[in-house]
């Protein structure tokens, strides 16, 4: 050696790394000897695997010849750590820090998936893959010394990371016919690699997990559709590859299964759970369709395992839901913002109000396209464990948190209907009931408001009915006041005497209960809402059931709301609201109820305070009735003396003279049956 080398390193510096040299090259013979000799299930295959794996984790700094195979694995351990998104800077930094110091681990780990194709796929489990088993396992048994405390966690992280990015890597090129191999001996060793596995932490198990994440093959498989340029053997090629990722993520939750149910280690039961669960969620990334696929895992097969599994999925599916309720808190602002400038620039509201579950912006259907899956896998938890339930109800009601209570009532249907099933509408109803806090309450209406029968034919029981009932007394104000709401579910059922006593109730109430209660108490009448059923003598006997749209709209003009202690703006605005629902009272609705009060007029029955002005604002916003107004109703008010009462004749005076410039239909006719002295009195207040 030259004087200029011993300046720049000593000889003992140059022994070193000799001797690391050399056992670089001694590793490798004995490492390769398999391949050379093709002697795979031979006892000494077993003996040089011992010996390798007991020399990867003794020779320390030793790295691998550059021109090996080994060295081509290092460099993909690397690469894959540096890669990865889903492991934290200090558990990367701590694994980064384990390739340096024992590189021939992470070379033996990812030596299969560095050979040569001809190589790997000679046997179902090749030399290298019985190497990696081996070194998994005497990192396993090194832990007993200080100095190998958490290499055995560290190894398999190492693993899983090249695992995970060896897949990622073939979804985004799935027509690169290296990397489909590759990924196909991952499909092909995935079994054997977890049997193999002594212990499993939660972070090798998200790591395992992101192999559900094939969304990047299906975007490359839709970009190859839509190039002109693409062959039929390049389309082939990546539907082929989108099949085989499928079919990893498929092994994924298969995998994840076999951790659940074989393991003893209850935090490794946990962990696989849990991953389970975050994918079921959408927490960690995966298509819909291994959503779907990992829901049933976890509903079907983890929580039916046994009571231990299922407090476990419980457990795992509470922090998801808590996890959605921070992202929906954290968002709050931002969704508010983004539909106030969304509404503002709609002209049209009506859609909106009529449907007050549908995303307004953009931004909130992004939030609950995100928080969906995380509350229908939570529903469905509620209903094999109905205790489940108050978690529901105090993340959906926590403040700020509306936009969590807005997706979980757009399917809250199926919640209540296999509960409803298999518990019974009205022990369901109490049980829930009993659990609702005041804060609750929001909840509570709509969950309810789902219990009764959606159809026509099937009115509510009565144990719902007296369900509701107790319901709403338990939950009434310090005041005493009663929320209508708690009823509103079961109003069908009710007699239509008893409706009437619960009308101003349901007139006080807010705008939207108010036509929520007036739709329920008509939804079974179907065809008879147009007219109003006659009953000499109404008693506790009767059978009339609900109240048709046309009864309403007679009963509610009948309403003493003096005596009530109801406001007349109140009253009137009760009144108007209904004339606004054009769609559901219809002209033919107006028309039975409108005719049955005149006829009750003439057989000597006084017309209720608001009928004329009623009939006013008909004559202005229902164009339809015009001619029925003229021809008949007019001239009949005049038959029962309608000028009598003061009030009621300055209304009718009203409503002809709005009508009497009509061109083609107009009061003409109505003015022409006036008496003298009533038609010198019309004329004086509305000339010709």
Excluded at 253 to 262: E, G, N, T, V
Excluded at 267 to 282: M, N
Excluded at 312 to 332: D, G, K, P, Y
Aim: aromatic share 6%; proline share 4%; with cysteine.
């Amino acid at each position: 050696l030259s004087e200029n080398v011993f300046t720049e390193e000593s000889g003992r510096e140059l022994y070193s790394k000799q001797c690391r040299q050399a056992a670089a090259d001694a590793f490798t013979r004995i490492v390769s000897w398999g391949d050379f000799h093709h002697q795979v299930d031979n006892p000494l295959s077993a003996l040089r695997d011992q010996i390798s794996a007991r020399l990867a984790c003794t020779l320390k700094g030793v790295k691998p010849p550059k021109t090996s195979p080994l060295s081509t694995s290092h460099e993909l351990a690397l690469k894959s750590i540096a890669s990865t998104d889903l492991l934290e800077t200090q558990t990367k930094n701590s694994l980064t820090k384990l390739l340096d110091e024992y590189p021939l681990v992470a070379a033996c780990l990812a030596l299969e998936y560095a050979k040569p194709f001809s190589t790997a796929l000679s046997s179902n489990e090749g030399p290298s893959l019985s190497l990696m088993k081996q070194v998994l396992i005497e990192t396993y048994l090194q832990q007993t010394s200080e100095s190998y405390i958490g290499m055995s966690d560290k190894s398999n992280n190492i693993l899983f990371a090249c695992i995970s990015y060896i897949c990622k890597v073939a979804n985004e090129k799935p027509t690169d016919l290296e990397q489909k191999k590759i990924a196909s001996i991952v499909h092909k060793t995935m079994p054997l690699i977890m049997s193999g596995i002594p212990v499993v932490s939660k972070c090798t198990l998200q790591l395992l997990s992101s192999l559900c994440d094939v969304d990047a093959i299906h975007k490359a498989l839709a970009d190859i559709s839509k190039k002109s340029s693409s062959t039929i053997a390049a389309s082939a090629a990546a539907h082929a590859a989108t099949r085989a990722a499928e079919a990893r993520a498929e092994m994924t939750l298969l995998a994840l299964k076999d951790m659940a149910f074989d393991r003893t280690k209850t935090s490794t039961r946990q962990a696989a759970i849990d991953c389970a669960v975050a994918l079921a969620t959408g927490h960690f990334p995966s298509p819909v369709s291994v959503q779907n696929k990992a829901q049933k895992l976890v509903i079907n097969i983890l929580f039916l395992r046994s009571p231990t599994h299922a407090d476990m999925v419980i457990t795992a599916a509470t922090c998801e839901l808590n996890r959605a309720t921070e992202l929906v808190v954290a968002s709050n602002a931002k969704v508010e913002a983004a539909n106030k400038s969304f509404l503002d620039l709609q002209r049209n509201e009506d859609e909106f109000i009529e449907n007050p579950l549908q995303p307004f912006s953009a931004e909130e259907k992004e939030v609950m396209d995100r928080i969906q899956p995380t509350t229908e896998l939570f529903m469905a938890i509620c209903v094999r464990r109905p205790d489940a339930i108050r978690v529901l109800m105090d993340c959906s009601c926590r403040e700020n948190a509306e936009l969590l209570l807005k997706t979980v009532k757009s399917g809250i249907s199926k919640l209540v209907k296999a509960s409803s099933l298999a518990y019974g509408s009205a022990n369901i109803a109490l049980k829930v009931a009993d659990m609702a806090k005041k804060d609750n309450e929001q909840f509570l209406i709509a969950f309810i408001n789902h219990l009764a029968p959606s159809s026509i034919a099937e009115i509510p029981s009565q144990p719902l009915v007296d369900a509701c009932f107790k319901i709403q007394e338990d939950k009434a104000g310090q005041d005493g006041s009663k929320n209508p709401s708690y009823i509103i579910p079961v109003v069908s059922a009710l007699k239509r005497s008893k409706l009437v006593e619960l009308l101003p109730n349901f007139v006080r109430a807010e705008s939207q209960v108010y036509r929520r209660a007036l739709l329920r108490m008509s939804e079974k009448l179907g065809r008879e809402n147009t007219i109003f059923r006659d009953e000499h003598q109404e008693s506790e006997s009767s059978t009339f059931l609900g109240m048709t749209r046309c009864e309403q709209l007679v009963f509610l003009h009948k309403l003493d709301f003096r005596a009530l202690g109801l406001p007349q703006k109140t009253y009137l605005d009760g009144i108007r609201q209904i004339l606004d629902m054009e769609n559901i009272f219809t002209d033919k609705i107006l028309h039975g109820a409108l005719d049955h009060m005149s006829r009750l007029f003439l057989l000597g029955e006084s017309l209720p305070l608001a009928y004329m002005r009623t009939i006013i604002q008909v004559c202005q916003r229902r164009e339809t009735l015009h001619n029925w107004i003229c021809s008949d109703l007019l001239p009949r008010l005049l038959e029962g003396k309608i000028f009598n009462d003061r009030r009621q004749w300055e209304g009718w005076m009203r409503a002809v003279r709005i009508l009497e410039k009509n061109v083609g239909v107009n009061s003409l006719f109505a003015i022409s049956k006036l008496p003298e002295a009533q038609l010198q009195m019309y004329r004086s207040k509305y000339p010709a």
